[in-house]
DNA sequence: ATAGGCACCTGGTGGC
DNA sequence: TGCCACCAGGTGCCTA
Protein backbone atom coordinates (compact mmCIF):
# COMPACT_ATOMS: atom_id res chain seq x y z
CA UNK A 1 0.00 0.00 0.00
CA UNK A 2 1.65 2.92 1.42
CA UNK A 3 4.95 4.11 -0.92
CA UNK A 4 7.22 6.61 0.24
CA UNK A 5 5.14 9.82 -0.05
CA UNK A 6 2.18 7.90 2.31
CA UNK A 7 4.55 6.84 4.33
CA UNK A 8 6.31 9.82 4.35
CA UNK A 9 2.76 11.88 5.49
CA UNK A 10 2.53 9.69 8.36
CA UNK A 11 5.82 10.09 9.54
CA UNK A 12 4.18 13.78 9.22
CA UNK A 13 1.48 12.69 11.16
CA UNK A 14 2.32 10.61 14.42
CA UNK A 15 6.00 12.72 14.59
CA UNK A 16 4.85 15.46 16.37
CA UNK A 17 2.45 13.41 18.57
CA UNK A 18 5.35 11.06 19.64
CA UNK A 19 8.32 12.92 19.76
CA UNK A 20 9.21 14.33 23.52
CA UNK A 21 5.76 11.32 24.91
CA UNK A 22 6.75 8.60 27.05
CA UNK A 23 5.16 4.70 25.86
CA UNK A 24 3.08 4.54 28.77
CA UNK A 25 0.60 1.54 27.84
CA UNK A 26 1.67 -1.00 25.15
CA UNK A 27 -1.08 -3.70 23.94
CA UNK A 28 -0.02 -6.52 21.22
CA UNK A 29 -3.43 -8.18 20.14
CA UNK A 30 -1.46 -11.18 18.31
CA UNK A 31 2.18 -12.61 18.67
CA UNK A 32 3.19 -11.34 14.66
CA UNK A 33 2.38 -9.65 11.88
CA UNK A 34 4.49 -10.76 8.61
CA UNK A 35 7.65 -11.62 11.17
CA UNK A 36 6.98 -11.92 15.02
CA UNK A 37 7.04 -9.24 16.99
CA UNK A 38 10.64 -8.42 18.85
CA UNK A 39 11.22 -10.78 22.18
CA UNK A 40 9.26 -8.65 25.35
CA UNK A 41 8.63 -5.75 22.72
CA UNK A 42 5.60 -4.29 25.24
CA UNK A 43 8.47 -4.20 27.98
CA UNK A 44 11.13 -2.58 26.08
CA UNK A 45 8.39 0.03 24.93
CA UNK A 46 6.57 0.85 28.17
CA UNK A 47 8.92 3.86 29.97
CA UNK A 48 10.64 4.65 26.86
CA UNK A 49 11.04 8.16 25.73
CA UNK A 50 10.83 9.25 21.89
CA UNK A 51 13.63 11.07 21.01
CA UNK A 52 12.39 11.44 16.99
CA UNK A 53 10.65 9.71 14.53
CA UNK A 54 12.49 9.63 11.08
CA UNK A 55 11.60 7.87 7.81
CA UNK A 56 14.30 5.29 5.62
CA UNK A 57 12.55 4.61 2.24
CA UNK A 58 9.11 3.12 3.58
CA UNK A 59 10.43 2.29 7.01
CA UNK A 60 9.05 5.10 10.12
CA UNK A 61 12.08 4.85 12.60
CA UNK A 62 11.05 5.60 15.98
CA UNK A 63 13.88 6.12 17.76
CA UNK A 64 14.17 6.06 22.00
CA UNK A 65 16.00 7.25 24.61
CA UNK A 66 16.38 3.22 25.30
CA UNK A 67 19.53 3.22 22.86
CA UNK A 68 16.76 1.33 20.53
CA UNK A 69 14.53 2.13 17.84
CA UNK A 70 11.76 0.88 16.65
CA UNK A 71 11.24 -0.07 13.63
CA UNK A 72 7.88 -0.17 11.68
CA UNK A 73 6.99 -1.43 7.73
CA UNK A 74 3.21 -1.00 6.72
CA UNK A 75 3.14 -3.52 4.21
CA UNK A 76 0.40 -3.50 1.91
CA UNK A 77 -2.60 -2.63 4.24
CA UNK A 78 -1.10 -1.28 7.38
CA UNK A 79 -2.17 2.13 8.54
CA UNK A 80 -1.38 4.49 11.75
CA UNK A 81 -4.30 6.45 13.36
CA UNK A 82 -3.99 8.84 16.65
CA UNK A 83 -6.71 9.65 18.87
CA UNK A 84 -6.64 11.10 22.30
CA UNK A 85 -4.41 13.74 21.48
CA UNK A 86 -4.69 16.70 24.23
CA UNK A 87 -3.47 19.58 22.06
CA UNK A 88 -6.47 18.98 20.19
CA UNK A 89 -4.97 18.24 16.95
CA UNK A 90 -6.75 15.09 16.52
CA UNK A 91 -9.86 13.34 16.97
CA UNK A 92 -10.77 13.59 21.05
CA UNK A 93 -12.27 10.32 22.08
CA UNK A 94 -10.92 7.26 21.34
CA UNK A 95 -12.45 5.18 18.27
CA UNK A 96 -13.71 1.53 19.05
CA UNK A 97 -11.41 -0.92 18.62
CA UNK A 98 -11.68 -2.41 14.94
CA UNK A 99 -10.93 -5.51 13.66
CA UNK A 100 -7.41 -5.88 12.84
CA UNK A 101 -6.04 -3.41 15.68
CA UNK A 102 -2.68 -5.33 16.07
CA UNK A 103 -0.68 -3.18 18.63
CA UNK A 104 -2.38 -0.21 20.63
CA UNK A 105 -0.04 2.34 22.13
CA UNK A 106 -1.18 5.21 25.09
CA UNK A 107 1.69 8.06 25.36
CA UNK A 108 2.25 9.65 28.53
CA UNK A 109 0.53 13.26 26.64
CA UNK A 110 -2.58 11.27 26.37
CA UNK A 111 -2.36 10.04 23.20
CA UNK A 112 -2.96 7.06 21.31
CA UNK A 113 -1.38 5.10 18.20
CA UNK A 114 -3.35 1.96 16.50
CA UNK A 115 -1.38 -0.13 14.15
CA UNK A 116 -4.52 -1.75 11.93
CA UNK A 117 -3.56 -4.11 8.96
CA UNK A 118 -6.02 -6.69 7.70
CA UNK A 119 -3.20 -8.41 5.33
CA UNK A 120 0.12 -8.28 7.87
CA UNK A 121 2.51 -7.92 5.33
CA UNK A 122 3.45 -5.26 7.23
CA UNK A 123 6.43 -5.80 10.54
CA UNK A 124 7.85 -4.36 13.28
CA UNK A 125 11.00 -4.34 15.02
CA UNK A 126 13.09 -3.44 17.81
CA UNK A 127 16.85 -2.91 17.48
CA UNK A 128 20.04 -1.22 18.99
CA UNK A 129 20.35 2.67 17.56
CA UNK A 130 23.41 2.68 16.39
CA UNK A 131 23.37 -0.92 15.17
CA UNK A 132 20.58 0.63 12.38
CA UNK A 133 22.09 0.68 9.55
CA UNK A 134 23.41 -3.37 9.64
CA UNK A 135 19.91 -3.77 10.28
CA UNK A 136 19.30 -6.65 7.08
CA UNK A 137 16.36 -5.24 6.12
CA UNK A 138 17.97 -1.19 5.99
CA UNK A 139 21.43 -2.38 4.95
CA UNK A 140 20.20 -3.86 1.42
CA UNK A 141 18.50 -0.27 0.51
CA UNK A 142 19.55 1.90 -2.05
CA UNK A 143 19.72 5.82 -1.90
CA UNK A 144 16.99 7.28 -0.58
CA UNK A 145 15.10 9.18 -4.27
CA UNK A 146 14.98 12.49 -2.23
CA UNK A 147 18.26 12.91 -1.18
CA UNK A 148 20.92 14.14 -2.46
CA UNK A 149 23.43 10.39 -2.93
CA UNK A 150 20.55 9.83 -5.40
CA UNK A 151 21.78 11.49 -8.91
CA UNK A 152 22.00 10.52 -12.42
CA UNK A 153 25.03 9.22 -12.11
CA UNK A 154 24.75 6.88 -9.84
CA UNK A 155 21.47 5.95 -10.89
CA UNK A 156 22.76 5.33 -15.07
CA UNK A 157 25.76 3.26 -13.67
CA UNK A 158 23.10 0.81 -11.97
CA UNK A 159 20.36 1.06 -14.99
CA UNK A 160 22.92 0.72 -17.35
CA UNK A 161 23.84 -3.21 -15.91
CA UNK A 162 20.93 -4.55 -15.61
CA UNK A 163 19.23 -6.40 -17.89
CA UNK A 164 15.54 -6.34 -16.62
CA UNK A 165 12.45 -4.23 -17.76
CA UNK A 166 12.93 -0.54 -16.11
CA UNK A 167 9.77 -1.23 -14.23
CA UNK A 168 11.39 -3.73 -12.20
CA UNK A 169 14.13 -1.92 -11.87
CA UNK A 170 12.64 0.58 -9.98
CA UNK A 171 10.86 -1.32 -7.78
CA UNK A 172 14.47 -2.91 -6.80
CA UNK A 173 14.93 -0.95 -3.61
CA UNK A 174 18.68 -2.13 -3.87
CA UNK A 175 18.72 0.47 -6.90
CA UNK A 176 16.45 3.30 -5.23
CA UNK A 177 14.22 3.04 -2.25
CA UNK A 178 10.93 3.72 -1.43
CA UNK A 179 9.33 3.48 -4.86
CA UNK A 180 6.29 1.52 -5.45
CA UNK A 181 4.11 0.17 -7.95
CA UNK A 182 2.05 3.45 -8.12
CA UNK A 183 4.75 5.54 -8.49
CA UNK A 184 6.99 3.65 -10.50
CA UNK A 185 4.13 4.07 -12.87
CA UNK A 186 3.35 7.70 -13.05
CA UNK A 187 7.49 8.25 -13.10
CA UNK A 188 7.77 6.31 -15.72
CA UNK A 189 4.54 8.51 -17.87
CA UNK A 190 6.44 11.73 -16.88
CA UNK A 191 9.62 10.44 -18.47
CA UNK A 192 7.92 9.33 -21.67
CA UNK A 193 9.84 5.77 -20.95
CA UNK A 194 7.45 2.30 -21.76
CA UNK A 195 7.68 0.12 -18.38
CA UNK A 196 8.70 -2.91 -20.55
CA UNK A 197 11.57 -1.48 -21.94
CA UNK A 198 15.37 -3.37 -20.67
CA UNK A 199 16.93 -0.90 -18.31
CA UNK A 200 20.20 -1.26 -20.23
CA UNK A 201 18.39 0.13 -23.34
CA UNK A 202 17.61 3.34 -21.74
CA UNK A 203 19.82 6.40 -22.80
CA UNK A 204 21.94 8.27 -20.08
CA UNK A 205 20.24 11.79 -20.96
CA UNK A 206 16.53 9.71 -20.72
CA UNK A 207 17.98 8.53 -17.69
CA UNK A 208 18.63 11.75 -16.02
CA UNK A 209 15.31 12.72 -17.39
CA UNK A 210 13.71 9.88 -15.12
CA UNK A 211 15.70 10.82 -12.18
CA UNK A 212 14.11 14.45 -12.28
CA UNK A 213 10.62 12.91 -12.50
CA UNK A 214 11.00 10.39 -9.54
CA UNK A 215 11.78 13.12 -7.49
CA UNK A 216 9.05 15.29 -9.21
CA UNK A 217 6.20 12.92 -8.48
CA UNK A 218 7.21 11.78 -5.07
CA UNK A 219 7.19 15.62 -3.64
CA UNK A 220 4.16 16.19 -5.49
CA UNK A 221 2.75 13.22 -3.79
CA UNK A 222 3.74 14.58 -0.24
CA UNK A 223 2.56 18.05 -0.72
CA UNK A 224 -0.62 16.27 -1.46
CA UNK A 225 -0.50 14.30 1.53
CA UNK A 226 -0.04 10.55 -0.22
CA UNK A 227 -2.31 8.51 -2.32
CA UNK A 228 -6.10 6.96 -0.85
CA UNK A 229 -6.80 3.97 -2.46
CA UNK A 230 -9.40 1.82 -0.46
CA UNK A 231 -9.29 3.63 2.80
CA UNK A 232 -5.80 4.64 3.52
CA UNK A 233 -6.07 7.83 5.43
CA UNK A 234 -3.17 10.19 7.09
CA UNK A 235 -2.59 9.62 10.76
CA UNK A 236 -4.95 12.25 11.33
CA UNK A 237 -7.96 10.47 9.48
CA UNK A 238 -7.75 13.01 6.43
CA UNK A 239 -7.56 11.45 3.25
CA UNK A 240 -4.77 12.19 0.89
CA UNK A 241 -5.68 13.44 -2.44
CA UNK A 242 -2.61 12.39 -4.62
CA UNK A 243 -4.88 9.86 -6.31
CA UNK A 244 -6.72 12.22 -8.20
CA UNK A 245 -3.87 13.46 -10.01
CA UNK A 246 -2.24 9.99 -11.29
CA UNK A 247 -1.55 9.93 -15.06
CA UNK A 248 -1.46 6.48 -15.73
CA UNK A 249 -2.28 4.05 -12.53
CA UNK A 250 -5.37 2.79 -12.26
CA UNK A 251 -6.71 4.46 -15.56
CA UNK A 252 -6.71 1.64 -18.06
CA UNK A 253 -9.38 2.20 -20.79
CA UNK A 254 -9.12 6.27 -20.45
CA UNK A 255 -7.95 9.03 -22.41
CA UNK A 256 -3.76 9.65 -22.14
CA UNK A 257 -3.48 12.99 -20.46
CA UNK A 258 -1.41 14.37 -22.50
CA UNK A 259 -3.84 16.97 -24.84
CA UNK A 260 -2.34 16.03 -28.30
CA UNK A 261 -2.47 12.63 -27.63
CA UNK A 262 -6.08 10.60 -28.02
CA UNK A 263 -4.78 7.70 -27.32
CA UNK A 264 -5.73 5.11 -24.02
CA UNK A 265 -4.09 4.21 -21.42
CA UNK A 266 -3.38 0.48 -21.73
CA UNK A 267 -2.22 -2.46 -18.21
CA UNK A 268 -0.10 -4.61 -18.68
CA UNK A 269 0.97 -7.49 -16.05
CA UNK A 270 4.74 -7.51 -15.83
CA UNK A 271 6.05 -9.63 -13.08
CA UNK A 272 2.76 -10.39 -11.71
CA UNK A 273 1.86 -6.80 -11.29
CA UNK A 274 -0.28 -4.14 -13.32
CA UNK A 275 1.99 -1.66 -15.25
CA UNK A 276 -0.33 1.18 -16.64
CA UNK A 277 1.24 3.29 -19.29
CA UNK A 278 0.62 5.17 -22.55
CA UNK A 279 1.39 3.28 -25.55
CA UNK A 280 1.95 6.47 -27.78
CA UNK A 281 3.72 8.57 -25.49
CA UNK A 282 6.43 6.28 -23.59
CA UNK A 283 8.47 4.27 -25.81
C1' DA B 1 25.37 -12.37 -9.52
C1' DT B 2 20.96 -11.75 -11.74
C1' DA B 3 16.15 -12.59 -13.16
C1' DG B 4 11.69 -14.33 -12.57
C1' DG B 5 8.00 -16.40 -9.94
C1' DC B 6 5.76 -17.61 -5.66
C1' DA B 7 4.28 -17.04 -1.07
C1' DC B 8 2.49 -14.66 2.75
C1' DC B 9 -2.88 -12.72 4.17
C1' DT B 10 -7.51 -10.46 4.09
C1' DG B 11 -11.09 -7.99 1.84
C1' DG B 12 -13.52 -5.81 -1.96
C1' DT B 13 -15.65 -6.16 -6.50
C1' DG B 14 -17.97 -7.89 -10.37
C1' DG B 15 -19.96 -11.79 -12.97
C1' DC B 16 -23.06 -15.72 -13.10
C1' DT C 1 -28.03 -14.16 -1.72
C1' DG C 2 -24.18 -17.20 -2.73
C1' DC C 3 -20.10 -18.64 -4.78
C1' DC C 4 -15.94 -17.84 -7.35
C1' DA C 5 -12.34 -15.67 -9.75
C1' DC C 6 -9.57 -11.89 -9.73
C1' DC C 7 -7.51 -7.78 -7.94
C1' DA C 8 -4.93 -4.89 -4.42
C1' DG C 9 -0.09 0.35 -2.34
C1' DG C 10 5.26 -4.96 -0.57
C1' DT C 11 9.09 -7.83 -0.46
C1' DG C 12 11.79 -11.98 1.17
C1' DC C 13 13.00 -16.27 -0.51
C1' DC C 14 13.46 -19.96 -3.72
C1' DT C 15 14.72 -21.66 -8.13
C1' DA C 16 17.30 -21.64 -12.56
Redesign the pocket.
Known amino acids: ???LP?VETVRRGIAPVLEGAVFRNVKVNRPDL?WPFPERMKERLEGAKVLAVRRR???ILVELDSHETLLI?????GRILVSGDPMGRFVHDHPTAE??DHVVVDMSNGARLTYND????G?MDLIATDGLAEH??IS?LGPEPLGNEFNANDFYSRTS?????IK??L????VV????????CEALFRSGIDPRR???RISKQRIETLTIHIRDVLSDAIEAG???????RQADGEL?YF?HNFDV??REGELCKNAACGAKIT?V??????SFYCPKCQR
Open positions: MPEERSKYHLGMSKHPRRFAPLVLRNSPAVLDQGSGLGNIYVKANGSSLKDYGQYGRVQSGRS
